[in-house]
């Protein structure tokens, strides 16, 4: 099957139009998926706390090693916490009735006319009104996990900080108000209703640094867990502080597997060895079967593009400085055959059929990963993965590593792709092109007709080719630029205004879209270049764009 090329700066609104017509994609539900949205907030304008972030990070790592694929947002305003746990919906929903559902939230929680509210990181409290205006309501996070019909939901709140908004001091209850878990669900409170938490002296919270120890404990059930929470946190805090559970449960959970049967929820993988990578320039694994990985030096990115650039973009303005932290990046997008292991191994369904263009952008349910519609082998970058698909693969890749695996963020791979060098060293020599890349060129103008600008080399390609067919970039990474597009972790901005001053991805704008970098095999010639950049709808896997991963250094 031959494809026309991707015109991407053509509006997706027709295509829009046409799967609503057409009918929408689902993916099929896996049998006990175990999904988590966690969240902690400390970065308070009054009232900041040191440890909801630290916190949040411990029971990711807890819920990883316990096979949950976890969602984790770190300071979250008003809009990603809501749209975070729109989207948890969604995945609930798709992931089918046997899925357990874990939502975790640390940070300032509140209780006003007997409703109890989470607040956002960027939340100006300053009167009772601006609670129900500017914070979560807890009840409606109850509401969605209850409309998911999920077989278990654990909702957990360490959110009742002492002496939070002292504005509203006097508008406010102490502590949360008492809620009832709906059947299926328990619903933990750090502390008991009407009374506050401590946010500890250490680098967690009391109660998060209990849970994350007993989430981790084989042979416990879910209320025997929160029991041996409880007894921890009563230990460490003199008795000042007494976690409480609602439960409706109708059947048993464990975090950790049965104990000392062989039946455990997820594969158990070996500790990998230590590896010192902390020098740049480092190649390493974190195991046999995980990704080459190397070490990306630390250094400053001028982000997107000038104005008098040529070619530039709209949506690649204005160019921002951003620093950038040495971290850890795959040497290759992630193989199809690195992809097929994760889902032997863990029973995972990849979003049903796959999206191409010929004049809009066309579902077809008879493509997938497994054939995109040309040809490929074990060795060429998977693609007809969506964003679900990709964060499912980093969170297999976590648990079987031992580390925290991630997408990159859109600086880091911008950072990456340029390699020291503004833009490209070799953007003018067309050999060098097709020698570092597989581009729209000669051999792809042969595979289909097209209509795009084109380069006059050869790279030998139509379609996809394997990893490391061309030269390296001088951070020893391949096809950042070429293959396939790689969709990094970012929400989706039409522009560089407002960015923040952090090579972190963003989460404002519109997270339904991920930002797409790098070009591929079929697109037109100005898009190869670290600058460019464009959205895709997140549920929408193509046959031009896979991923690669990182992961912080140790």
């Not at 464990?254 to 320039?281: C, H, M, N, R």
Request: hydrophobic share 40%.
């Amino acid at each position: 099957m031959l494809f026309s090329p991707v015109m991407y700066r053509v509006i997706l609104t027709f295509s829009f139009l046409f799967m609503l017509v057409a009918g929408p994609m689902s993916g099929a539900a896996f049998a006990q998926a175990r999904l988590a949205l966690v969240i902690g907030n400390g970065d308070y304008p009054t009232a900041p706390l040191k440890n909801p972030p630290n916190d949040a990070r411990a029971v990711e790592a807890a819920l990883l090693e316990t096979g949950f694929t976890v969602t984790r947002l770190l300071n979250g305003s008003e809009q990603e916490m809501k749209e975070a746990v729109r989207q948890f919906g969604r995945d609930l929903r798709r992931a089918g009735e046997d899925a357990v559902a874990v939502f975790y939230f640390a940070g300032h929680g509140v209780q006003l006319n007997g409703s109890n509210y989470l607040i956002p990181a960027n939340a100006n409290i300053d009167s009772a009104a601006d609670v129900e205006f500017g914070a979560v309501e807890a009840q409606w996070i109850l509401d969605l996990l209850g409309e998911s019909k999920t077989a278990l939901s654990i909702i957990i709140l360490d959110a009742c900080r002492n002496n939070p908004f002292r504005s509203i001091a006097r508008s406010t209850d102490r502590g949360l108000a008492r809620m009832d878990a709906p059947r299926g669900s328990i619903l933990a409170y750090s502390t008991a209703p009407g009374d506050v938490a401590l946010d500890g002296t250490g680098t967690n919270s009391p109660y998060t640094e209990a849970l994350a120890a007993a989430i981790r404990k084989p042979g416990l059930k879910v209320e025997e867990m929160f029991k041996e929470v409880r007894r921890q946190v009563l230990v460490t805090t003199g008795d000042r502080q007494v976690p409480w559970e609602s439960s409706s449960l109708v059947g048993d959970f464990y975090f950790a597997g049965l104990g000392d049967t062989s039946a455990q929820p997820v594969p158990v993988y070996p500790a990998p060895p230590a590896i010192e990578v902390k020098l740049p320039g480092t190649k390493f694994r974190d195991c046999p079967d995980c990704p080459e990985m190397v070490v990306v030096p630390s250094g400053t990115l001028k982000m997107g593009s000038r104005r008098d650039e040529d070619p530039h973009e709209s949506v690649e303005l204005p160019e921002t400085e951003i620093p950038i932290d040495s971290y850890a990046l795959g040497v290759t997008e992630v193989t199809k055959d690195a992809f097929e292991q994760f889902i032997n191994e863990t029973g995972y369904n990849a979003w049903d059929g796959c999206w191409y263009w010929s004049i809009v952008w066309i579902p077809d349910t008879s493509i997938d990963w497994r054939d995109p519609g040309y040809e490929q082998t074990g060795s060429h970058p998977v693609v007809c993965a969506n964003f679900d698909d990709m964060r499912a693969y980093v969170d297999w890749l976590s648990r079987k590593a031992g580390k925290l695996y991630r997408l990159p963020s859109e600086a880091e791979w911008e950072f990456a792709a340029e390699a020291g060098e503004p833009g490209l060293p070799w953007a003018g020599d067309e050999d060098q092109i097709c020698a570092h890349g597989n581009m729209h060129d000669v051999a792809g103008r042969a595979a289909f007709t097209s209509v795009l600008s084109s380069f006059d080399c050869d790279d030998k390609a139509g379609q996809t080719a394997p990893v490391k067919s061309y030269q390296p970039n001088a951070y020893g990474l391949y096809d950042m630029i070429g293959n396939v597009n790689e969709l990094v972790d970012d929400c989706w901005n039409s522009d560089h205004e407002d960015r923040p001053d952090t090579a972190r991805a963003r989460r404002d704008g519109d997270c339904s879209k991920r930002v797409l970098k790098g070009t591929n095999f079929a697109n037109y010639k100005e898009t190869a270049r670290p600058a460019w950049r464009m959205d895709m709808v997140g549920i929408w896997p193509n046959i031009y764009t896979g991923f690669r991963v990182a992961r912080d250094l140790d």
